[in-house]
């Protein structure tokens, strides 16, 4: 068998193949011709036909849905025959077919090794194991096996049903499933130059770098941070403490300057600053004194942390940024790894509502024009109705200290309830996705379902899953409404960092910059756009030849301050949907108990308000969420103070006795 290729752009392929055999049919979709063993076929609709064919099991598609998956099956076959390779971001809604795409893609690839007829190897990255064992047996079914030799699976974690390749034998497999923390480099000196073999093994095939096929959470993984105000602790203690000529390098080259930087970023926006490095002989000297018991007993952990994290900085770069929390950490360092610049052909496909903002950091990663004009077009969700509650910003506003469901949240979910039993048929289904327990996987679903029980619902018509074991497949799609129990973000002390990884040069003009708030915004609609996707939004159908997600009821919480910023990246990510809040706080949660708190006071006699402090912090801790009631008795209590500074006698009485009725909470 020979075979040629005719590049008309840099993702259409003519692939012309003669048969010397008939052994193995690669193209088991198009029917041969009978006039001669010379059959020309465009590679990219070969694998796009077998897609559609398959989606349309499921789904209705309409030609602009066709011609995505025609455009997403070109980026895959030009990135892997084709000569000029690209680095390719494709964010689209859930339920289009892009891990299909993937996998018949991998189909054809297979065949085509089988063929002998591979011109590079391929790396299938995810963060999800389950998810490339996915891939591994759906490709084992659709080809009957014989997936020996050819395609490899490896991971770091044992005790899997499919068998774990090791590293060193990778090189010798066309494709391989890994997880994406095996393309990282970490480190410096010695570490670095592990990192750079492991990145050998994992990425070459037979002197070639694999093609990366990247599927969900490709951007913005997080790596490391410091918190500034520990670092500058660090910083003193070091300078009492250094005795040798790497420490004291450490300190005036490295820590100081990095000091000087950070606090000189302006709070409130994103911006990076270079990280000064010195030589891997010295930074080995320094890691290896920092570990020692001279500087970690002398030193209080959490600023050696800050210290060694530095020193084991493994990136040119850092993002600097401020936590807006006033009893937080105040400016923080973060930095991510995103693709090594040795991989130069990349597919990535995403569902993320952020994508398309976080990858403007890395002018390597391009958006093909099909998805800039197109993107906001292949599907609307006119038939979804979005209702969202105000609730308190924070996880703990939802999972108590002693692991329980809040008060807050368990009426939260009544609510919830009672509205999908009141907009639905009896016979509907409904889906719950709730977080993983402290303890127990299943502790909050548990939980629910007894609230649920006690209420009357019936629990027959509820499935049940865990935000985080979620997985892309069709399995709820028959559901009418998808519940989101408990916040769907993550807190700002907490956010995935959205800057340049030590792929990027130090310092960038292009450099685009968003405040916190906005990239905690982005992540949030990502992770809300993600749990809804579990129910019937993954599935289209086709009105007037648009593609429409099919009817469905969805419930989230919100908290005020992101209230607005959510509603409008969800905007983009579910185009028509209806939205209707149950309500929307005005003030933060801080304010109105502040402001009740004083209200109840006024209304009380001036000779009595002493007595009714304690009944003051037992009602606010009544009507809002612990974590908010918690942060805001000390905030009341100083209000009230104030207040009574400008009463006369019994105004002072006052001051005194809460003065000492508040020792407590402070």
Known sequence: MTMTTHQSTPHELLLTLEIDTPLFDPFPSIQRMPSGNQVPNDAAAVVAHDTCQFLSKYNQLTPLHRRFIRELAGYYLGNYLGSSPERLVVTAPPGLGKTTTLRFFLRWAVKMVKWDRS????????????????????????LGGGLEGIVALHHSQANRDIPVTPLEALEGFPIVLSTQAMIRRQKNGDRAQRSRQKLNDICFYKDTIRMLCWDEEAIATRASHIQVSSLEKFSRDLEELADDDPMLQFLEYVVKPVIKSANAAPKGKTVNVPIPRLDDFTSLKVERSLKGSYYSRRIAPIHWQAGFNLATWNASTASVHYRYDPQGPGTVMDFVVELPNDIQ???????????????????????PRFMQENGDRLKRYDHLELITVACGGGRRTFITPDLEISKHWKEHIKKAAAIADE???????????????????????????????????????????????????????????????GT????????????????????????????LQQLADSQTASDIQQALGRGCCREVVSEVGVSQGKPMLAFVGLNSQEHAGVLQ??????????????????????????????????????EVASVR?????????????????????????????????RWEKKGHTLKRRLRSNSGEQR
């Open 119 to 142: 011109p590079k190897g391929i790396l299938v990255c995810s963060n999800q194991i389950e998810e490339l064992e996915n891939h591994y047996r759906w490709l084992q079914e659709a």
């Open 345 to 367: 052909a990349a597919v990535i496909t995403d569902a993320s509502a952020a994508v398309n903002k976080l990858i403007k950091l890395d002018p390597t990663l391009t958006i």
């Open 423 to 485: 907009r639905l048929q009896p016979d509907d289904l409904i889906l719950v996705v709730t977080f993983r327990g402290e303890h127990s996987r299943d502790r909050h679903i548990d939980q629910v379902k007894q609230l649920l029980q006690e209420d009357g619902h019936d629990l027959s018509r509820y499935h049940f899953i865990t935000y985080g074991y979620h997985r892309a497949t069709n399995e709820y799609s028959q559901v009418k409404a998808v519940l989101l129990f």
């Open 569 to 606: 990246h969800l905007e983009t990510a579910f185009p028509g949907f209806k939205h209707s809040p149950l309500s929307l706080p005005k003030e933060s949660m801080r304010v109105q108990a502040i402001k009740a708190g004083l209200e109840i006071l006024k209304t009380l006699p001036k």
């Open 488 to 515: 769907f973000h993550l807190d700002q002390g907490m956010l995935l960092s959205s800057a340049r990884s030590q792929t990027r040069d130090p310092l960038d003009d292009d450099l685009q910059e968003f405040t």
């Open 613 to 645: 402090t304690k009944e003051l912090q037992d009602l606010i801790r009544e009507r809002f969420p612990d974590k908010i009631a918690d942060r805001t008795i000390r905030a009341v209590v100083q209000a009230i103070v104030e207040q009574a500074t």
